[in-house]
Structure formats: C-alpha cells, structure tokens
C-alpha cells in the first residue's frame, strides 16, 4: 500500500515562510499530477497548487505569486514553499498524488494524512 507521510506545518506568523513537504513511499517520477489542497472546517476542500508530469504549474488566485509547488524526484517527495504567510492560509493542507492515467481526487489517487498550518501574531 502506497504511504504519503505529510511534514509538519505549525504555527507561522503574519508574513512569514513555512515549507510543506509530502514524501511518498513510491516512486514519483511517472505521476500524473501532484497537488496541495487545504480544508478548514465546515469548508470545502480548495486545491492551492497543482505540479503536471510535464512541470507546468497551476495556482489557486489567493496563493499566486506567494506559493510554489515542486518536487525532487530522488527524494520521491513534494513540496510547497510558502511566503508571505497570511492569517486567511490557515487550514489543514493535504498533498495529494495522481498516478496515471488518473487525476487529483480520484478514488486511486494517494493522500497525505494532512497537516495543520495556523498563521497567528
């Protein structure tokens, strides 16, 4: 069974950088997708940032500019860099990988246990 173990987040303040990482226990050379979602209670779940096989990259607006997505093969791991953190980033962010030929979300793709991110003075 595939394991994707999330690094802990924690609290950050206002305006400060946190990087998120999601080690796989397969190899992630050959995934479909990769991607970061958040959840903070009675909300729906919002993807923050989505990494392709081809390295193109997608931003939720509110992150744009602020998050980067990437990844290290070698490592079979994921990241989320994280910069000019603001109270309204803070929520469980889950990393989320898509072997092919499936997408993010889907019922055979791989979950992190998720992590919790507070942004607090």
């Known amino acids: 069974q595939v394991q994707v173990v999330e690094s802990v987040g924690g609290p950050v303040q206002p305006g400060g950088s946190l990087r998120l990482a999601c080690s796989a226990s397969?190899?992630?050379?050959?995934?479909?997708?990769m991607g970061w979602f958040r959840q903070a209670p009675v909300k729906e779940l919002e993807l923050v940032a989505v990494?392709?096989?081809?390295?193109?990259?997608n931003y939720a607006d509110s992150v744009q500019g602020r998050f980067t997505i990437s990844r290290d093969n070698a490592k079979n791991t994921v990241y989320l860099q994280m910069n000019r953190l603001k109270p309204e980033d803070t929520d469980i962010y889950y990393c989320?990988?898509?072997?092919?030929?499936?997408?993010?979300?889907?019922?055979?793709?791989?979950w992190g246990q998720g992590t919790q991110v507070t942004i607090s003075s």
């Open positions: 397969v190899s992630i050379f050959s995934m479909n997708a």
């Open positions: 989320n990988i898509a072997p092919p030929p499936y997408g993010l979300r889907s019922r055979r793709s791989y």
């Open positions: 990494l392709s096989s081809s390295g193109s990259t």
